[in-house]
């Protein structure tokens, strides 16, 4: 509501040039809510305004755009006007934009970046998508581990306006490999022995990834030891960047996000649900469903193996979904927690023996509830009492059968380096439909030979 009473007024101050006035409304507030006040305008009327910013803040308010807003801006306007935007973004931010453009537009900014600045962002452009280095910034602290605390001071005080943030210190030698960190709080307390030295202040015993790790890698490296930002070196261990806490989080998102669509059955979306065509969107999910629609035709026909016995008696085919719902449910449960448990490296492929104990007596608790209630059904409903046990012993294998398939499958999955989450809910559930139909019916048979053989 703020920012719809805001929109005249601005447009106003546009219209009068009122230079002053609007270099006041980007700096009276937090670059994100000054962002959100610009919301209603044309991208345009948005780029008019953020001119009157100095070019730090300016790429400040620039971040909290809405991207559509962002590439229309980087799309149409002066090209010596965004490369200097460009210029003093902070680099994994504007190789992700610059990655959004059309690859003429894009060279005909890189063109006017300057020199050292295109190097940097042609280098990162090169690491492949999802990896550490095509998240890292290369705005890092470095530092020589000969410096004293009060020269190490007087350099991060020279370096700090160009450095997006300085949580850590890190500590390098004259050919840039890592050989220790130092955290800025380490730094500051130390200021009561100035003469000490980086190299006798620093930690070598560093977490750090590569720069080709797989970036959900990387996230979990930070949740797991609390870090707000991660070095990431080469094979040669010199320090190429780092990964702020910020990015992790962004990471965290996307990786969530893809996790839950492949578990509903999704292939992952690039963009937004609603800025998704509709094409696109009934390939992503039309694909998965053909081969689920597949899956159930093959619970179809094993049903029809068994018509002419299950014709005579009857009253089996009213438990059908429910032997299905149970081993269906049961296995997306498995399914959910083992992947969720290794998205955040709680559960690695070693623990396989381990999940498969816990999962035989999660089957066997879950099983023998969930059977008795059938069995209570089954009393009223089958010819005898007896056959009535047909239920409870269908749902108890059935259950066993679920929770099994659901955890093992996506060990399996990454076990053949593919992600997990491929083997979605619906997946486990169409594999376990089919075992129960054979399961339920093969019960079925031998209790009723039993009872046969008896008479």
Not at 79 to 93: H, K
Not at 111 to 121: C, G, K, M, Y
Not at 131 to 156: F, P
Not at 374 to 390: E, H, M, N, R
Request: include cysteine; hydrophobic fraction near 45%.
């Amino acid at each position: 509501m703020i920012n719809t009473l805001y929109l005249p007024e601005l447009r106003e101050m546009l219209l009068e040039h009122r230079a002053a006035e609007l270099a006041e409304f980007c700096i009276a507030v937090h670059a994100g809510v000054t962002a959100d006040f610009m919301e209603g305008l044309e991208p345009s009327e948005v780029w008019q305004v953020l001119k009157h910013a100095e070019p730090t803040r300016r790429c400040e308010i620039f971040r909290f755009l809405d991207p559509e807003t962002q590439i229309a801006i980087l799309e149409d306007e002066d090209r010596s006007e965004i490369a200097e935007l460009i210029d003093t973004m902070v680099p994994d931010d504007r190789v992700d934009m610059l990655a959004e453009l059309d690859e003429d537009v894009t060279n005909e900014i890189l063109a006017l970046v300057s020199q050292e600045e295109r190097r940097n962002i042609l280098r990162l452009r090169e690491y492949p998508e999802d990896t550490a280095g095509s998240v890292m910034t290369t705005d890092v602290a470095k530092l020589d581990e000969a410096l004293t605390v009060s020269e190490a001071l007087t350099e991060l005080g020279r370096q700090a306006s160009e450095l997006e943030t300085i949580y850590y210190l890190y500590v390098v030698d004259e050919t840039d490999h890592l050989r220790g960190v130092v955290s800025a709080k380490q730094l500051v307390k130390s200021i009561v022995q100035p003469n000490r030295t980086l190299g006798d202040l620093m930690e070598e015993d560093i977490v750090k990834v590569d720069a080709l790790d797989d970036q959900e890698k990387v996230a979990q490296i930070v949740a797991k030891y609390d870090l707000l930002a991660i070095p990431v070196v080469n094979t040669q261990n010199r320090m190429l960047g780092i990964i702020t806490h910020d990015d992790i989080i962004d990471v965290f998102i996307e990786e969530a996000t893809e996790d839950v669509q492949r578990i509903g059955a999704v292939n992952p979306l690039n963009e937004s649900y609603l800025k998704t065509s509709l094409l696109t969107l009934s390939w992503k999910r039309g694909m998965w469903l053909t081969i689920l629609f597949i899956a159930a035709l093959l619970t179809a026909f094993a049903l029809e193996h068994y018509e002419d016995w299950i014709s005579k008696y009857t009253w089996l085919v009213m438990f059908i979904p429910l032997v299905i719902s149970a081993g269906g449910n049961s296995g997306g449960q498995s399914s959910t927690l083992i992947i969720s448990s290794m998205a955040r490296g709680e559960i690695v492929l070693s623990d396989w023996f381990k999940i498969i104990k816990r999962e035989i007596a999660m089957g066997l608790i879950l099983g023998s509830l969930l059977g008795g209630l059938g069995y209570v059904a089954g009393y009223f409903i089958a010819p005898s009492p007896t056959l009535a046990l047909i239920i409870p012993i269908t749902v108890l294998l059935v259950i066993m059968c679920g929770t099994l398939a659901g955890s093992m499958l996506p060990l399996f999955f990454r076990r053949l380096g593919l992600d997990p989450a491929m083997m979605s809910n619906s997946f486990v559930a169409g594999i376990v439909d089919i075992l129960g139909i054979l399961i339920y019916i093969n019960v079925a048979q031998f209790a009723y030979r039993i009872l046969e053989s008896s008479n």
